[in-house]
């Protein structure tokens, strides 16, 4: 046998292993890594659903209690107080998102403090409502002073930087069934106090704790603070003074508040007084003395003696007196 039949036959028999020539075997696949689905316990997908936080509601037995606020009442059988009870009606007839509103001015001296008070006064004389007035015109605040409230630690600035709780700062009146948060002095950096978020969850308590809110708020072309509680309320209402706010501040003042989404739902002209011809002034005679005698409502006609069976007047009742430009605006009625 010669030497290459020897070799051939080892290599039938395998003991030299594979052929020195032949093709190594492919090196087998490395193992995929495989990816297994941790089971998701139920409290975990209860925790990424969007939940609703609850809001705490404030403590109203730890408010300060007053017997009376110090401030000059309009009278309940005037014109101006009627007004306020036909804005009252229509407020309540509104569909609000949230159970407030909001008051702003183009500028100052335009009677939205005396505005905000009287209107807050008008809601709390109706079903005995838990109504609230706050004092958010923190660079210029006067419902302290107008409503002489009693020294107090605590203001609504303090309940935004957290020094307080909320109920630590409002002032309630028995007689004028009214709480009040108010400012006690000037704030020159109140924007920062408005833009945190203490203001949000302040508005988000008060919300929920007062069956309606009146906020008093600085004039909207000079600051920047209506923009910012605009979004927090149910309704931006503008307070305009008659023969003194120029038509072009108006458009401006509702254009601004429209760029940053507050929609103004109303205006309320102050200062204003009512002109009737001669014509009209028969039926006022019958108008005013149909509610003195039903409802007490006259309207400056006490001078007409009934024995003049409707004849026609000459002679135009007496103008009420508003006060003039020496008056401060604490003075003045709103009309």
């Known amino acids: 046998m010669s030497v290459d039949d020897a070799f051939r036959k080892l290599m039938q028999d395998g003991g030299l292993g594979p052929a ?16 297994v689905e941790a089971p998701v316990a139920e409290s975990d997908n209860a925790s990424l659903a969007p939940t609703k936080v609850k809001v705490k509601p404030i403590d109203l037995n730890r408010i300060t209690t007053v017997e009376r606020f110090a401030h000059h009442p309009i009278d309940s059988r005037s014109q101006i107080a009627e007004e306020y009870r036909i804005l009252r009606t229509r407020l309540q007839s509104m569909e609000l ?22 209107l807050a006064l008008s809601f709390s004389k109706r079903n005995k409502k838990k109504i609230l007035l706050v004092d958010f015109d923190l660079r210029r605040p006067r419902l302290h002073r107008m409503l002489g409230l009693p020294k107090v630690d605590y203001d609504v600035v303090s309940a935004l930087r957290g020094k307080c709780e909320p109920e630590d700062a409002i002032i309630f009146s028995r007689e004028d069934n009214l709480y009040v948060l108010a400012a006690k002095r000037e704030y020159a950096n109140g924007t920062d106090y408005l833009e945190s978020s203490k203001a949000r969850e302040l508005i988000e308590r008060l919300h929920a704790s007062f069956d309606f809110v009146v906020m008093d708020s600085c004039p909207c072309l000079s600051t920047s603070d209506p923009a910012i509680l605009g979004p927090l309320v149910g309704g931006v209402i503008m307070v305009i003074r008659c023969l003194k706010t120029q038509r072009e501040s108006i458009t401006h003042a509702i254009n601004s508040m429209n760029e940053v989404g507050v929609e103004v739902i109303g205006v309320i002209l102050t200062f204003m007084k009512y002109f009737l011809p001669n014509y009209l002034y ?3 005679y019958y108008h005013g003395q149909y509610y003195a005698k039903g409802y007490g409502y006259g309207y400056g006609m006490a001078d007409v003696h009934e024995e003049d069976n409707g004849d026609e007047h000459d002679t135009p009742p007496p103008e009420e007196d508003y006060g003039g430009d020496d008056m401060s605006d604490d003075e003045r009625p709103i009309v």
Request: proline residues 12%; charged residues 15%; positive net charge.
């Open 282 to 284: 028969r039926y006022q």
């Open 97 to 118: 998102e949230k159970n407030s509103i909001l008051l702003t001015s183009c500028h100052h001296n335009e009677g939205k403090s005396n505005t905000a008070l009287n």
């Open 20 to 35: 020195p020539f032949a093709s190594p075997a492919a090196a087998p696949a490395a193992p995929q890594p495989v990816r």
